[in-house]
């Protein structure tokens, strides 16, 4: 709860005023049945037409004038509710895309997503509650029994013994409910987790017609859920029945005791009818109270996990000061016996190159100078992703040192650092945008930029021949691209800021040899000093490296050249056969 409140403190003013206009309309409908026990009682006896109807204009206009301020404090508290929730999601956006690869990995993708999504709602939820009900239901409650009792004490009593009665249930229930709405919560993120999972590889599940076993699955998932909102709401809604009960019981008492009275002269007729109205006054209030309790309840469980994602350390990756003068160095990239492991027991969603896996690199060593240009080859899971991850401190290495132009990567400032690369990650994202946006990415580059880096990119002979050109509006992850053009579009995107290490990490593998090759020469040609570090899978697409880097469980087990590779290192002789093999085949 500590994150709604000091939200709140940001709007105190609109939130003081709603409240006061809120108590103000409150306290006008307590003023009602007050009103009519003395129009009753009182008025009517005179035979008075000028007094009653001059009473009755005044219960009129205290029904307009709480009706009136009812009305104007709920569209403020609507408006303060939806403002702080509209931060309370952009707090939690930016917090998550600048979120280290640990954290990000520790809190997963799907949590992430609901923690935007439902623990917003039920934050704005209370938000809104706590300047509206939170304020009527107590004074319903507590001035309620004062006015009644001011009017008749012995009739009051009924209302004061039950009240603790009602307030030990609502209590008791809510004590229980809150872990419980935790606990949704989490099954909350398992159901998000399988929807994102089958949604994004829906082809993946068509071609191996396992929709069965994915809706298997997701029922699974979906029963969790269901099964833990079911107790969490069934344990919430047992004070709505026993606080009717006891009301009923309450309303039947006051119903006897208020008819006796008056047949003994100690009350009059009215007085009865205002105690009813006044007895239903409390029991609103009662049952708002337990509305706020069920809506905290929520609240507060979503509250502590936002405020979770928002207190997240900033410190996750180690920061260094660098010493010395700044000095030119030739290297471009150099790892020095780095050594890196995921945390065990990670539940990692998706980490930045895109590849869900625990993977680890042992003891790499390599340097790049600049202008040079460095092959990373080896079989699927080998750390190949780990490498770009590392370079561009996602995440801090367990032993060992990485430094990018002679500095040590812990002394940049992580957005400085990942300016000077252009990179396209393994299973890269397109936006839905213009294909001109999703290669200039806001970065304001110039139109000749963009257009030289599609050409470079082998891009352009496609974009030529849509109507739109470089303004054919791309769907959701690209989905009306084909996978070459997709991979073409994120290398234009990589090539266009012009970027000191260009990183290429398995982005041609959609592309036929031939366009391969032309894009590779185009690079070679258009960006002369940038250095470049291409994943790849096929040997003919790093074979021309100046340095080729062969890894095999996450250990450099070959460096050197094509041609010193194929003398040296078997299993990169053995890759090189079986594929130029079959290319000749």
Not at 403 to 412: A, L, V
Not at 469 to 498: D, F, H, P, T
Request: hydrophobic share 45%.
């Amino acid at each position: 709860m500590k994150l709604i409140f000091r939200y709140l403190k940001k709007y105190k003013a609109a939130v003081g005023i709603a409240i006061l206009i809120k108590l103000i309309g409150t306290l006008s409908e307590l003023l009602l049945p007050y009103i009519l026990e003395y129009i009753i009682d009182d008025v009517v006896p005179m035979k008075n037409l000028t007094m009653v109807l001059l009473w009755g204009s005044m219960m009129f206009a205290v029904a307009v004038l709480c009706r009136t301020f009812n009305v104007m404090a709920n569209r403020r508290a609507i408006d303060t509710a939806h403002n702080i929730s509209y931060e309370v999601r952009q707090a939690l956006f930016e917090k998550t895309i600048s979120l280290s690869g640990p954290a990000f990995d520790r809190l997963t993708l799907p949590s992430l997503i609901s923690r935007m999504t439902s623990d917003s709602y039920n934050v704005q939820s209370a938000v809104q509650q706590f300047q509206t009900l939170c304020v009527r239901a107590p004074i319903m409650l507590v001035g309620g029994i004062l006015v009644a009792s001011v009017m008749d004490f012995h009739m009051a009593s009924i209302m004061i013994v039950m009240l603790p009665v009602l307030l030990a249930i609502i209590l008791f229930v809510s004590a229980k409910g809150i872990p419980m709405y935790a606990r949704v919560q989490q099954k909350l993120d398992a159901v998000v987790r399988l929807m994102r999972e089958n949604i994004t590889g829906i082809r993946v599940v068509k071609a191996l017609s396992k929709e069965t076993y994915e809706m298997k699955r997701f029922a699974k998932a979906n029963q969790d859920m269901k099964t833990a909102d079911v107790q969490a709401v069934t344990v919430m809604s047992i004070p709505s029945p026993l606080m009717q009960m006891f009301i009923n019981a309450g309303l039947t008492a006051v119903v006897l005791l208020g008819a006796s009275r008056v047949n003994q002269g100690l009350m009059k007729p009215g007085v009865i009818l205002a105690f009813l109205t006044y007895f239903n006054m409390i029991a609103m209030g009662v049952m708002g109270l337990s509305r706020i309790f069920m809506t905290m309840s929520k609240a507060s469980a979503s509250a502590d996990r936002i405020d979770e994602v928002l207190q997240t350390a900033d410190d996750e990756l180690i920061f260094i000061e660098h010493k010395g003068e700044e000095t030119e160095s030739d290297e471009a990239v150099c790892f020095d016996h780095v050594s890196f492991s995921y945390g065990k027991g990670s539940e990692r969603s998706e980490d930045f190159a895109g590849e869900k896996r625990e993977s680890a690199v042992s003891d790499i060593t390599f340097t790049v100078k600049k202008g040079q240009s460095l092959g990373i080859i080896g079989p699927t899971g080998c750390g190949k992703s780990t490498i770009i991850s590392l370079m561009m401190h996602f995440y801090d290495v367990n032993s060992g040192t990485i430094r990018i132009n002679g500095k040590d990567i812990r002394s940049y400032d992580p957005r400085e650092l990942r300016k000077k690369f252009g990179t396209v990650f393994q299973n890269d994202m397109i936006f839905q945008d213009t294909l001109k946006e999703n290669i200039n990415f806001a970065r304001d580059l110039k139109d000749e930029q963009i257009e030289s880096a599609a050409r470079s990119a082998q891009a352009q002979e496609f974009i030529d021949s849509l109507d739109e050109g470089l303004e054919y509006e791309a769907a959701i992850r690209g989905a009306n691209l084909s996978g070459g053009q997709k991979q073409r579009i994120l290398v234009a995107r990589a090539l266009a800021s012009s970027p000191e290490i260009l990183v290429l990490d398995d982005s041609s593998s959609a592309l036929d040899y031939k366009t391969d090759a032309a894009m590779r020469k185009a690079v070679e040609t258009n960006y002369p000093d940038a250095t470049v570090i291409m994943i790849a899978q096929r040997v003919s697409s790093v074979m021309n490296m100046d340095q080729i880097l062969v890894l095999d469980s996450g250990k450099c087990i070959g460096l050197g050249s094509h041609e010193q590779l194929l003398k040296e290192c078997e299993p990169y002789r053995s890759i090189y056969e079986i594929q130029m093999g079959a290319m000749r085949q």
